[in-house]
């Protein structure tokens, strides 16, 4: 027993944070990214994580098959994001207050494309089966068996974390990316093509997030309100580990993902208090959050 | 005939506009579908455009983004709710009155915190405080949880406005919401025309340089933000007498999305553009819903357009597309007069410069900046004006002013030079209270200054220009010195009219004599040329009416000519006020100064005369291997 709740209750509930937390991560590395890069807060992050859902759903519909969802629905929704950069983002950078505009039309977006998914799919949600490989309890933990699928949204989360970060430390790409979130005059002034730098990486951010998206739909069904429920909890996400570091969203997604599930446990409700209380308490006492870099979120 | 026509309409429209919508208010249950439901959209339409144009005291005046407002209405929606349930013999005014109050002691609590960020983080921490409301609402009983607060009494408003009642309930209603924002708005406009109206604008064009100009910008965000949530609590108040009932969804964030919809839709920066597009949203919301299943597509679409194309929303479009139809006879057009002006120096003569009797606002009488070198100081006489310690800053592991001891008599004319990196501007914006020094202290007038805030350094006479021009570049070239006159006068008077200052005008007015922009009065200041934007810098500075000027690089990308001209300038203005001056022309260093230092690698390399600076072999040697 600890502060009167089973060791069992704890430990699965531990399990269940660290399953949203890999979630969390994934959406909250994109938004981070695009904000250390472009400044902008992207309200319409949630919708890329719920295209990336119904695009999987329409995927498995098609071909029964899971795993070329997986593929499918970060190729299409990356591909919603090179659009959504090109045809509304790029129209206001370098105009006056380009930060509030970014906040502005993401918003617009993100109050549209859900309605737009409503059309063509209808309003109820859609159930989206696990995949037959990982249906079943893998093994239990405390007194609940635990799913094979929930297993492997943690393996692939670590393993696509890796990746991320070899595309980000590694290669060109990810240096002009680096490079531009501390000084993007500077790199435009090196002779780099900014704008596709910028395109490439909104829509890396939007693929991530629409594979979240994806590897989520077997445990909730696919709505078209799914992705506004995430983003808000992502902005906190990014808030709390930082903007524009690599470690901050996975930090900041661990713990929100506990505190969530811990929380949870007690009082759903109180839940959600918390973490916008704890949000509001790191912006206070340490503005660029946990692993934020300096300078990069002082306005 | 357009062209002719459009401005006296839209000169009518500015005068009387607001008495205009008074009339269609007044006469709108008489001539629309006399119908309890269309009084009661109308109704709604009033009380969302008041939470709109609460909003853009913040967004539209002030320039910042909050996302916090749905915690106003909120609050003051069930502070109203729950007095009406609880006291059933409540006036309702008073309930309402109660719920405004409700709405700014929500704004007290929240401001305080969100504003020790700026920008998108300030948006960001307003969310978050808010949805502890929303949350605090959703758990407490009394409120009614996810339900919502029903069960009001039903509100004849029988006693409103003394007793004044109309005989069906809708139109009574309309009447007494209408008079109330109609009154509200009559206030917010009076105090966007303050002296304190004023400074919210300057807040918005320019955070910084209004700091420098001695305004506390937090403390003037701050109080925006109250009265924002004063009017935002009015709305709230209201829309609960409306509704008869409170839904949870008032204090949810989305809330305040709406609201920021409702407000860009209109026109941010004018008086009617809120309620126009709190009537657009409310249009959409129960028509277009009903022609269109999914009319949000319709609302973020056009949100979105509105956005990238119409920036300045409905009204504000359609102001600048009446405005810009008479263009040609706009008031201010000298350059199409065929008189050759190619910068302000051609209106300012150099006799008029460096003749004493140009009128200068620093000889006006009650200035600050007036002793000169012979009467300063008076009793203290041997303390330096200014004088810094040790001072340091340290970047990391550069060390950009590296314990520097500086002394500046009253009256002296100084020049700090140095090769670039030497420090010079890192050691003005430690002086001014831009950056906190890592080590060392500052002395203005034998007072320690190290550790105040910009604003308060200006407070105290010392002003400055910047290297990279900073200017209001959205404001009038008049509105630019006047403001700057204006932080000597009042900051907070929110009720008296900005222009009855006759004192803060007049000054400004010769500010503007004196730098021989005169012709560029109502210009916007970002439209000036270069040299003029340059000179209309340091007229801001001195516009403060300073004790101590800090000049930094103020022939910055000058042509030659005007090179000459400001240095006779600043020969003119040497006498009344003591200058530190940062310049990379020598000629106008060893013309003007009293004394050089010299800064190398941040430290002092050599301080004299301009001839012993001139002979002296180390400063040679830095500048030779220049």
């Not at chain 1, 970060?165 to 900014?194: C, E, F, K, Y």
């Not at chain 2, 916007?524 to 500075?541: D, M, V």
Request: glycine share 12%; proline share 5%; hydrophobic share 50%.
């Amino acid at each position: 027993m600890l502060f009167g709740y089973p060791l069992e209750v704890w430990t699965t509930q531990l399990f269940i944070g660290l399953v949203n937390g890999c979630i969390l991560i994934l959406v909250a590395q994109g938004l981070s990214i695009v904000f250390g890069l472009m400044g902008i807060i992207n309200f319409a992050h949630g919708i890329f994580y719920m295209l990336g859902a119904y695009v999987g759903w329409l995927t498995v519909q098609l071909t029964g098959n899971f795993w070329l969802s997986l593929l499918v629905a970060p190729a299409v929704v990356g591909g919603v994001g090179v659009f959504v950069e090109i045809g509304v983002l790029r129209r206001i950078y370098g105009t006056k207050n380009a930060n509030f505009a970014g906040v502005l039309v993401t918003y617009g977006l993100a109050i549209m494309i859900p309605d737009v998914v409503r059309m063509i799919f209808g309003r109820p949600g859609k159930p989206f089966a696990v995949p037959k490989l990982l249906t079943g309890s893998l093994f239990t933990l405390g007194a609940t068996e635990i799913g094979g699928y929930r297993v492997f949204i943690i393996a692939i989360t670590a393993a696509l974390l890796p990746l991320l970060w070899l595309l980000l430390n590694r290669t060109n790409l990810g240096m002009v990316i680096r490079a531009g979130t501390s000084d993007n005059t500077m790199v435009q002034l090196l002779g780099i093509n900014v704008a596709r730098t910028w395109t490439t990486t909104y829509a890396l951010g939007a693929a991530l997030a629409a594979f979240a998206g994806v590897i989520t739909a077997p445990l909730v069904a696919v709505a078209p309100e799914m992705g506004g429920l995430i983003l808000i909890e992502c902005f906190i996400v990014t808030v709390v580990g930082g903007m524009g570091s690599f470690v901050g969203p996975i930090a900041g997604g661990l713990l929100i993902g506990e505190v969530l599930a811990l929380t949870g446990m007690v009082y759903d409700v109180f839940a959600d208090v918390v973490i916008y209380l704890l949000m509001a308490v790191v912006l206070l006492v340490r503005p660029r959050g946990l692993f934020g870099q300096e300078g990069v979120s002082e306005e | 005939m357009t062209g002719r026509a459009l401005p006296v309409i839209a000169r009518l429209f500015e005068r009387w506009g607001l008495w205009v919508a008074a009339a269609l208010l007044l006469a709108a249950p008489l001539v629309a579908d006399y119908t309890p439901f269309y009084l009661a959209l109308l109704t709604e339409v009033l009380v969302f455009g008041l939470f709109a144009l609460a909003y853009d005291i913040l967004l539209g005046h002030t320039g910042v983004l909050s996302l916090g407002h749905s915690a106003f209405v909120g609050v003051s929606a069930y502070v109203t709710g729950l007095l009406l349930v609880n006291l059933r013999s409540i006036p309702v005014e008073l309930a309402v009155l109660a719920g405004a109050l409700g709405g700014l002691v929500t704004a007290l609590l929240v401001g305080p915190l969100a504003l020790r960020k700026r920008g998108v983080y300030f948006a960001m921490l307003t969310l978050a405080l808010s949805q502890i409301f929303y949350f605090i609402a959703l758990m407490w009983k009394p409120t009614g949880g996810t339900d919502g607060l029903g069960n009001l009494p039903r509100l004849f408003l029988s006693e409103v406005f003394g007793g004044f009642r109309l005989s069906k309930r809708p139109v009574t209603l309309y009447y007494a919401i209408a008079a109330t924002v109609f009154l509200a708005m009559l206030v917010v406009r009076r105090i966007h025309r303050s002296p304190f109206g004023r400074v919210m604008r300057a807040t918005k064009a320019n955070e910084r340089r209004a700091q420098a100009c001695g305004y506390d910008t937090r403390r003037v965000k701050l109080v925006a933000f109250s009265l924002s949530g004063l009017f935002s609590g009015l709305a709230g108040a209201l829309l609960t007498v409306t509704l008869e009932f409170v839904p949870i969804e008032n204090t949810h964030w989305t809330m305040s999305g709406t609201v920021l919809i409702m407000t860009l839709f209109g026109g941010t920066g004018t008086l009617l553009g809120p309620f126009v597009g709190s009537a657009v949203f409310v249009w959409m919301r129960d028509f277009l819903s009903k022609k269109l299943e999914y009319w949000e597509v319709f609302v973020g679409a056009s949100f979105v357009l509105i956005v990238l194309f119409l920036p300045e929303g409905i009204v504000g479009t359609l102001r600048r597309l009446v405005w810009m139809g008479g263009l040609e006879r706009a008031p201010h057009a000298p350059q199409s007069l065929g008189v050759p002006q190619p910068s302000w120096s051609t209106p300012r003569s150099p006799a008029r410069l460096g003749g004493v009797t140009a009128p200068s606002p620093l000889d006006a009488p009650g200035d600050l900046a007036k002793p000169s070198p012979s009467t300063a100081g008076g009793n203290n006489a041997d303390v330096p004006l200014l004088e810094s310690r040790g001072l340091t800053m340290r970047f990391g592991g550069l060390t950009a002013v590296d314990g520097v001891d500086f002394q500046v008599r009253r009256g002296e004319l100084r020049a700090v030079i140095g090769p670039n990196g030497a420090g010079k501007t890192t050691f003005f914006n430690m002086l001014t209270g831009v950056l906190p020094p890592t080590a060392g202290r500052i002395l203005f007038k034998g007072q320690d200054i190290t550790a105040l805030p910009p604003h308060a350094v200006s407070r105290l006479g010392m002003a400055r220009s910047y290297q990279v021009t900073n200017i209001f570049a959205d404001l009038t070239v008049l509105e630019n010195l006047r403001i700057a006159v204006q932080s000597r006068v009042t900051t907070f008077s929110l009720w008296r009219n900005a222009d009855a200052l006759r004192e803060v005008t007049e000054r400004a007015e010769r500010m503007l004599a004196l730098l021989g922009l005169g012709a560029k009065r109502d210009f916007p200041a970002g439209a000036l040329s270069h040299g003029e934007q340059r000179y209309l810098e340091i007229g801001i500075a001195l516009a403060t009416e300073p004790e101590f000027l800090l000049l930094d690089e103020p022939t910055a990308g000058m042509s030659p000519e005007e090179t000459k001209q400001t240095a006779d300038f600043i020969r003119t203005i040497a006498g009344r006020v003591t200058i530190v001056l940062v310049e990379h022309d020598m000629e106008v260093v060893m013309g003007v100064s009293d004394r050089i230092t010299v800064l190398n690698y941040g430290k002092v390399l050599a301080e004299g005369s301009p001839a012993e600076i001139r002979e002296n072999p180390d400063v040679r040697r830095v500048y030779l291997r220049d």
